[in-house]
């Protein structure tokens, strides 16, 4: 089993829910194929997000993807959204099946 | 005058909140809530309409909308001036406050209904109406200097918000459905509208008591704005309302609808169009200050001024 995993990058997005959409049409345009969203709540530099109401509510978006598109993927998002929004990302190694799923 | 019950509910989230109760209302039931609400709205918006010739109130509709655009244009530097807000901040709010809250809408309409006071129906339709120019204004007052706007992707997210479908769907069907054929669905819309609007309102308590601890921070000027704005631009609403020769119910009506900002179209439209405002600060005075204001002190502030200016254009 072993050797058929390879290696793949896994990138944790997790950010104000009003950014979904926007972050979405990013992610397909620099080359994810796939991603996950999940709610999510929490606590950080913003305060609570508790998502309580929409205005409050925190998204995890995961992507499986190779190295080149994770960076460009962080790059942008560094770029675009992290001087307004309450947004962080981060990158871990990830083995996965089938690898060119992703 | 006994205290409308309705409100009662939004203070007991308020101290819920404030006692940091452990009571939450599910995210889901929110949406459920204001998916409820909004189509409630404008069915009862779109039933009164079919009793009207649109044409009769088109220059109303005219008139309306271009008095409600002086409240954000005076907003503005009123909070960039005096209130030394960043322009994007100021920008921000001045779209909050020109824009309308539903729910201090649906609470005003109920009130009206406590005290037998009747009140032109079709003011849903400016309910809609002034839901989003103020938004787009807001984005031109921020970007004045700087940037450019995705104005293809704001007009969409103001568009095709839920607000303003459901809002617009309800008001069509209803319309289309006019009284009668709107019988079938009385009992869930219409009957139950009050206890939705209570379950809805001891969440906005909760989610008000939860936005207190950002004004700490804003300082003495955002509270004082969040106070003072509201009857002013209810005052200007009930002199329009004179003019336009509305009745007292509708004057009531019109004037919360000025007085009012909006907290549920406003910040998402913001948050995507003028990201370097701080939300906290908008939603802070809209939800934390102006809603209780309104709800407590305003409406009932309203008719009776509209009561004492009755007839005077």
């Known amino acids: 089993m072993g050797t058929r995993l390879s290696l793949r990058k896994l990138l944790t997005i997790v950010c104000e829910a009003e950014l979904e959409a926007s972050i979405v049409r990013d992610l397909k345009a620099l080359g994810a194929k796939g991603y996950t969203i999940t709610d999510a709540r929490g606590y950080g530099t913003h305060g609570t997000r508790d998502a309580a109401w929409p205005s409050s509510a925190n998204i995890r978006i995961e992507v499986l993807c190779g190295e080149e598109s994770a960076l460009a993927i962080i790059a942008h998002l560094e770029e675009r959204y992290y001087a307004d929004y309450g947004i962080v990302s981060f990158l871990v190694d990830a083995q996965v099946l089938r690898q060119d799923k992703f | 005058m006994p205290i409308e019950p309705v409100i009662l509910f939004f203070i007991l989230g308020l101290l819920a909140g404030l006692v940091r109760s452990d009571l939450k209302i599910p995210g889901v039931l929110y949406e459920s809530l204001s998916i409820f609400l909004l189509l409630a709205i404008g069915l009862k918006g779109g039933v009164e309409l079919s009793r009207y010739a649109l044409t009769d109130l088109l220059g109303q509709a005219l008139i309306v909308v271009l008095v409600a655009t002086l409240i954000p244009l005076a907003a503005f530097p009123i909070l960039h001036r005096f209130g030394r807000l960043a322009r994007a901040d100021a920008a921000s709010i001045a779209a909050h406050y020109g824009s309308v809250s539903v729910v201090t809408f649906a609470v005003a309409a109920s009130f009206l209904a406590r005290l037998g006071e009747p009140a032109e129906g079709y003011l849903v339709v400016f309910l809609v109406l002034l839901e989003f120019p103020a938004l787009l204004i807001g984005v031109i007052l921020a970007r004045r200097t700087t940037g450019a706007t995705r104005w293809g992707a704001l007009l969409h997210e103001v568009l095709s918000g839920k607000s303003i479908v459901l809002l617009v769907g309800g008001l069509l069907i209803g319309w289309v459905a006019g009284g009668e054929g709107i019988k079938p669905l009385d009992k869930l819309f219409f009957d ?26 804003s300082g003495p000027f955002l509270l004082a704005f969040a106070t003072v ?45 003028v990201p370097e405002a701080n939300p906290a600060l908008s939603i802070g005075a809209a939800l934390g200050i102006t809603f209780p204001f309104n709800l407590l002190v305003g409406i009932p502030l309203y008719h009776w001024l509209a009561v004492k200016l009755q007839g005077v254009a």
């Open chain 2, 192 to 217: 139950l509208f009050k206890g939705m609007l209570a379950f809805f309102l001891l969440e906005m308590g909760l989610v008000a008591a939860s936005r207190l601890a950002d004004l700490r921070r």
């Open chain 2, 229 to 273: 704005m509201p009857p002013c631009a209810g005052l200007l609403g009930i002199v329009t309302a004179n003019e336009l020769g509305l009745s007292v119910g509708g004057a009531v009506l019109l004037a919360t609808l000025y007085a009012s900002a909006s907290y549920i179209a406003a910040p998402a439209a913001m948050r995507i169009a």
